[in-house]
């Protein structure tokens, strides 16, 4: 399987930005290690990330004649972005969301996702092992 992981805005400052909720690895340092699981189970990832929400349907848009499914965390998007939502919905491969933070302990507004009900599943709350979980919903 190849599989797209999504990372949408601010995610380029994971490492840096709010370390209590997002940890101090690095997306780069995190893209190895999700790079290590998928491989060492015989699959392949490739990476996007955007703080641009265009560029990020536009990804999304392409998915589907390149790959077997995407893992998208599309970080603040994800509670408004109708543009987004749609783009996912468009898709003939599966989807899985995920947020390393769990959206139920945050502010009322970071609790809703606009892009839940078009995925396969979401995943939250594990860090940068949600990632993991994700991919392995498609190796399952």
Not at 32 to 43: L, P
Not at 116 to 124: D, H, P
Not at 128 to 137: D, F
């Amino acid at each position: 399987m190849k599989i797209l992981i999504i990372n949408g805005v601010n995610l380029g400052l994971t490492g840096i930005r709010e370390r209590k909720i997002y940890g101090d690895e690095t997306l780069e340092e995190m893209n190895a290690k999700i790079r290590a699981f998928a491989e060492e189970r015989g699959h392949e990832v490739d990476f996007f990330q955007s703080d641009i929400e265009g560029e990020i349907c536009t990804e999304i848009g392409k998915a589907s004649s390149r790959y077997d499914g995407v893992v998208i965390n599309a970080g603040a998007y994800s509670h408004y972005s109708i543009a987004i939502r749609d783009a996912l919905a468009a898709l003939y491969i599966p989807a899985v969301e995920v947020h390393m933070s769990n959206l139920l302990s945050r502010e009322p507004f970071r609790q809703t996702s606009v892009l839940s009900e078009v995925c396969k599943g979401t995943v939250f709350g594990f860090g940068m092992k949600g990632y993991l979980l994700a991919l392995e919903s498609f190796f399952l």
